[in-house]
């Protein structure tokens, strides 16, 4: 997998597996709740080594040289190892204690390989029913994982969660649709651009015309609805976990206002956030919940 992972699992001990994972985490915490004060203590470290999960899955997908469908292979392997016996890389090492502790199926874990698998065989979608697909495989799973650790096992909040962490997904295509086709990925329905008169030739001029401006408008119209029908969520959890659901919307809806205000240009500039704007959001999500007033977007 890694020159990491070559170390001899006598190595790693249960401390050093789970600084492993907390070091990874912290290191990308601007994109992740992991950099949340509102997580209970006691859960940072189950949160630390599922982020270095997910992490390290993606890592193999999209990084890696060589076979990247082996490494997903014998990853997927290690895995199993998590539910039988004993597995050898570190980040699963930490794992396996949070797998124990709140009795998480393997299911989320199983699928955020199979989406990275996608990944190396699809590059393009040809509907929106397709690429929710590929979502429910890379981004849902997060959310029910986040669940997991608070103790919500019911299917139907699962699916609330879906509704939030495909819009997630979503506002990040429409955010890095020229990284994506660097990287020779297109994640806009193919029938979309079809709709709309955009072509694959005009994201390779990266024209910026009303087809395009229209086609984005319509993605994000449907974002949106996602991340509207993901709220019912929140009147259902509590505590730190509805802070954060609450947070992780309110962070994406506000980078589809920011794709909307430039004008949906996502082709020549990148929409960020400003650190004060997450501020405020931070500030008046808090104040909301504290407050027991209904968020909204």
């Known amino acids: 997998m890694s020159s990491i992972a070559d170390r001899h699992i006598g190595v790693w001990t249960k401390s050093e597996s789970q600084q492993y994972c907390r070091q990874l985490a912290r ?4 994109n992740f709740i992991v950099g949340s004060r509102l997580l209970p203590r006691e859960k940072r470290q189950h949160v630390y080594n599922i982020y270095a999960y997910s992490r390290t ?22 895995l199993e190892r998590c ?31 199979i989406a990275n ?9 040809p509907t929106l029913r397709k690429l929710l697909h590929y979502s429910d495989n890379s981004a849902n799973p997060c959310g029910r994982l986040f669940l997991y650790l608070f103790g919500y096992r019911d299917e139907q909040l699962h699916l609330l969660a879906d509704q939030t962490c495909t819009a997630l997904q979503l506002t ?10 660097t990287m020779g990925r297109i994640y806009i ?58 947070l992780f919307t309110r962070g994406g809806v506000a980078v589809l206002d920011a794709i909307k205000t430039q004008n949906y240009d996502v082709l020549d500039q990148r929409p960020r956030i400003p650190r004060f704007q997450k501020g405020k959001i931070f500030l008046s999500t808090w104040v909301s919940i504290k407050l027991g007033r209904k968020i909204k977007i």
């Open 117 to 125: 698998k996608m990944d190396q065989e699809t590059k393009r979608y």
């Open 189 to 246: 329905p193919q029938e979309h651009m079809d709709t709309f008169g955009y072509t694959e030739d005009d994201l390779r001029q990266r024209k910026l015309n009303r087809s395009f401006q229209d086609l984005m408008a319509y993605e994000l119209d449907i974002t949106r609805q996602m991340f509207r029908n993901g709220l019912a969520l929140l009147d259902h959890v509590s505590g730190p976990a509805k802070t954060d659901i609450a």
């Open 27 to 30: 290191s990308h915490y601007e």
């Open 83 to 113: 539910y039988a016996s004993t597995p050898h890389h570190p980040v699963l090492l930490a794992l396996q204690e949070t797998i124990n502790i709140f009795n998480i199926p393997k299911t989320p874990f199983k699928k955020l390989i």
């Open 172 to 181: 990040n295509f429409w955010q890095d649709i020229v990284r994506d086709y």
């Open 57 to 78: 899955v993606d890592d193999l997908g999209d990084e890696s040289d060589g076979d990247r469908t082996q490494l997903l292979n014998l990853w997927d392997q290690d």
